[in-house]
């Protein structure tokens, strides 16, 4: 091979080889760039949830807190009711009758309360014993009321929204023994 065969290349290329150095580091800055950019996007992100989630933490804890504040807004007419009461049986020219009228205003005005806020009665007096929604006090044998039925309600019960609240304190009827069928 001759001198004019030898390729003149190692010029060009080291001037090729130049250029794609300075390509790649163009395009290593350019990706670095966008991989501050992620990460400044993601820390914004981040920041932002912890954000989010501190706003709704205090959001639920207040909430929770003033929760009852529309009841209890309720409640002081109540006991507005029940003040204006006691007050007026304290005066000697008190009459029975208008105290007695009062608390039923006042028992009638609670009620209506209560139904606002989804509390219904649970008032079995003469149903089956439901062990579900009654508490058994006692048991008393009757002639008047079949076995195994409400005979009295010595306390009711209470619903919230379908639930029970509290269970209706009863007394349930059992059968007469025969051996006390003829009494004292």
Do not use: C, W
Not at 80 to 86: I, P, Q, R
Not at 111 to 125: H, R
Not at 166 to 176: D, I, N
């Amino acid at each position: 091979m001759s001198q004019n065969d030898v390729p003149n290349e190692p010029v060009p290329e080291a001037a090729d080889t130049s250029d794609r150095i300075t390509a790649l580091e163009q395009a290593l800055a350019d990706a670095e760039a966008r991989a501050e950019q992620s990460r400044e996007a993601q820390l914004r992100a981040a920041a932002e949830l912890d954000n989010t989630r501190r706003r709704l933490e205090r959001e639920a804890q207040n909430t929770a807190r003033f929760a009852a504040e529309s009841l209890l807004r309720d409640l002081l007419s109540v006991v507005d009711s029940l003040e204006l009461g006691l007050k007026a049986a304290t005066r000697p020219e008190a009459q029975i009758q208008a105290l007695t009228d009062g608390m039923a205003l006042t028992h009638k005005q609670f009620g209506s309360l209560l139904e606002k806020q989804g509390v219904t009665v649970v008032d079995p007096g003469g149903q089956p014993f439901d062990p579900e929604a009654h508490q058994a006090m006692s048991m008393i044998e009757s002639a008047d009321v079949a076995p195994n039925h409400v005979l009295s309600v010595m306390q009711k019960g209470y619903l919230l929204h379908g639930r029970l609240l509290r269970p209706a304190m009863v007394v349930v009827a059992k059968a007469p023994t025969n051996g006390d069928a003829g009494g004292d």
